[in-house]
C-alpha cells in the first residue's frame, strides 16, 4: 500500500487553464504538506494543512487553493495556469505539525504549462 | 530563524565514506537537525534526525558539535545508490521558514 499518493503523476496543460493535484495518505497522520519543486531544484514549502485547518501558507499566488475535505486528504487547485507554475508538486505528511517530525512524501506531480 | 548553508555538489567513488558538512549559526536552543534524501524523480526520504552529539542508524551517522552550530552527515562506505540529493533541515516551531529545503548538496558516487 502506498503511504503517501498524488494524482496525477503527469500534468500537461495550456495557459490558463484550471486544474486540480490530488494527495491521499493511508498513515494517519495530523499533517499534510504542499511543496514545490522548481527546475532549479529549489524544494519549498507552499503550504500546511493540521486536522484539516490551514497553518502555513506561504508566498503562494492566491491561484494557488489548497483544500483538505479530511484529514487523510489534501488537493490543490490552481486556476489561470502561467508557464511559471511549471514545476514537480509534492505532497507530504507527517504526524505532527512540528517542523522536526518525519515527513513522508508522496512520488510527486510534474506540471508542465504551455 | 535558522538558516542553512551547505555544499551545492560532492563527488565520491565507490566504498569510501561521505561527510556533507551543515552550517546553522543562528540555531535555536528547541531545533532540532534533520536530514533527508532526494533520489531523481522521488520524494525526498527521512534519513536522520538528531539535537546534539552523535546519532547512528542503518542508513547513516550525524555529528553534532557542542556549539550545535553545524552538522555532519556521515555516509559510511557509499555506493552507486547513494547518488542523490541531500537536504539539511534545521527547525522546531512549525514555521514555512524550517520547512524550506533549500537546494541540498547533490552527491555524485562514482566506480
Known amino acids: 500500500d502506498t503511504a503517501v499518493s498524488q494524482t496525477p503523476k503527469y500534468l500537461v496543460t495550456q495557459m490558463g487553464n484550471d486544474k486540480s493535484i490530488k494527495c491521499e495518505q493511508n498513515?494517519?497522520?495530523?499533517?499534510m504538506y504542499w511543496y514545490k519543486q522548481d527546475s532549479k531544484k529549489f524544494l519549498k514549502i507552499m503550504f500546511s494543512?493540521?486536522?484539516?485547518?490551514?497553518?502555513i501558507n506561504e508566498t503562494v499566488p492566491n491561484r494557488f487553493s489548497p483544500k483538505s475535505p479530511d484529514k487523510a486528504h489534501l488537493n490543490l487547485h490552481i486556476n489561470s495556469l502561467e508557464l511559471g507554475d511549471s514545476a514537480v508538486y509534492f505532497c507530504?505528511?507527517?504526524?505532527?505539525?512540528?517542523?522536526?517530525?518525519?515527513?513522508?512524501f508522496g512520488p510527486g506531480t510534474r506540471l508542465t504549462v504551455t | 530563524l535558522a538558516k542553512t548553508t551547505q555544499p551545492i555538489s560532492m563527488d565520491s567513488y565507490e566504498g569510501q565514506e561521505v561527510n556533507i558538512t551543515c552550517s546553522h549559526n543562528?540555531?535555536?536552543?528547541?531545533?532540532?537537525i534533520t536530514w533527508y534524501q532526494q533520489f531523481p524523480s522521488q520524494g525526498p526520504r527521512f534519513i536522520i534526525q538528531g539535537y546534539k552529539t552523535k546519532v547512528t542508524n542503518e542508513v547513516a551517522s550525524l555529528f553534532i558539535p557542542a556549539d550545535r552550530k553545524s552538522s555532519t552527515l556521515s555516509l559510511p562506505r557509499v555506493s552507486l545508490s547513494d547518488t542523490a540529493v541531500y537536504y539539511c533541515l534545521v527547525g522546531a516551531a512549525n514555521s514555512g521558514y524550517a520547512l524550506n529545503f533549500g537546494k541540498g548538496t547533490s552527491l555524485l558516487v562514482t566506480p
Open positions: 494543512y493540521n486536522n484539516k485547518e490551514l497553518i
Open positions: 498513515l494517519g497522520h495530523d499533517t
Open positions: 507530504a505528511s507527517s504526524p505532527s505539525d512540528r517542523a522536526h517530525y518525519e515527513q513522508y
Open positions: 543562528n540555531i535555536a536552543t528547541n531545533d532540532y
